[in-house]
C-alpha cells in the first residue's frame, strides 16, 4: 500500500517563499507527482519528479529524495493566484497517481 | 486544444436512482482515468481505460459502478443503484499514449445522493 502526508493547510505572504513538504511510504515507487488545483477546477500538473534532487520550473520547484521517501514544491515570489489546493501524488507503475489529501495554500496581502 | 469536459457539473439524486457521468478526453488522448473523491478524502483512482479497453479497474468500490468507453472517445460511468456514500466529486483525466505521465484533469461532476 501506500501513504502520503502533507500537512493540511499552510499560509504565506504575497511575495515570499513557501516550501510544502510531502512524506511518503510505499511499497512501489515510480515517481512523484504535484498538482495544483483552484477550489472548484481541476487539478493541473505542476512537475513529475522520477530522479532525486530538484528541478526548477520558473516560481515553482519540486525535490525528490527517494532513500528518505520526501519531496517538497517550493513556490517563490509568491502572488495571490497561488492560492491554492497542492496534491502530492506517488505513483508505483502505470503513472497513476496515489494522492495524499492536498495542503491548502492561503497567500495573504 | 479543448480540455477535458465532465458532464453535468452537478448532479443531485435520491438514494436508490440510477445516475449516468459522461467525460470528453482531449481529442487524440489513448488513455481516459475516472478518479473520485469524497469530501474531507483524497482523491482516489477508479479505472484506466486504453482506448476502449479497461487496463486497470482496481478501483472500483462494487459493482455498483460501471464504466464504458465505446469505441474509445468518450467514457461513462453510471452508479446504480445509487447509496449515500456515493456522493463525492468525480474527475475523469486523460493522456496522450503509454509513456504519458501528465494526465490532464475536467472540471469534476459533484453528485450528491439524498
Known amino acids: 500500500g501506500q501513504n502520503i502526508d502533507q500537512p493540511t493547510e499552510m499560509t504565506a505572504t504575497e511575495g515570499a517563499i513557501v516550501q510544502i513538504n510531502c512524506t511518503y511510504q510505499t511499497s512501489g515507487f515510480n515517481g512523484l507527482f504535484w498538482y495544483q488545483q483552484h477550489a472548484g477546477e481541476a487539478p493541473t500538473f505542476l512537475s513529475y519528479n522520477v530522479l532525486d534532487g530538484l528541478e526548477e520550473k520558473g516560481r515553482f520547484s519540486s525535490f525528490l529524495s527517494r532513500s528518505k521517501g520526501y519531496s517538497y514544491l517550493l513556490l517563490k515570489e509568491l502572488q495571490m493566484k497561488d492560492s491554492a489546493s497542492y496534491l502530492c501524488g506517488v505513483s508505483g507503475g502505470s503513472y497513476i497517481p496515489t494522492f495524499g489529501r492536498g495542503t491548502s495554500l492561503i497567500v495573504h496581502p | 486544444e479543448a480540455g477535458v469536459t465532465q458532464f453535468p457539473s452537478h448532479s443531485v439524486i435520491e438514494k436508490g436512482q440510477t445516475v449516468t457521468l459522461r467525460c470528453d478526453p482531449i481529442?487524440?488522448?489513448?488513455?481516459l482515468y475516472w478518479y473520485r473523491r469524497v469530501m474531507g478524502k483524497e482523491i482516489k483512482f477508479l479505472l484506466h481505460f486504453v482506448k476502449e479497453s479497461k487496463q486497470d479497474e482496481s478501483g472500483m468500490p462494487n459493482n455498483r459502478f460501471l464504466a464504458e468507453r465505446t469505441g474509445g472517445t468518450y467514457s461513462t460511468l453510471k452508479v446504480q443503484p445509487a447509496e449515500l456514500e456515493d456522493s463525492g466529486v468525480y474527475f475523469c483525466a486523460s493522456s496522450h499514449s503509454a509513456g504519458s505521465y501528465e494526465q490532464y484533469f475536467g472540471p469534476g461532476t459533484r453528485l450528491t445522493v439524498t
Open positions: 481529442s487524440g488522448h489513448d488513455n
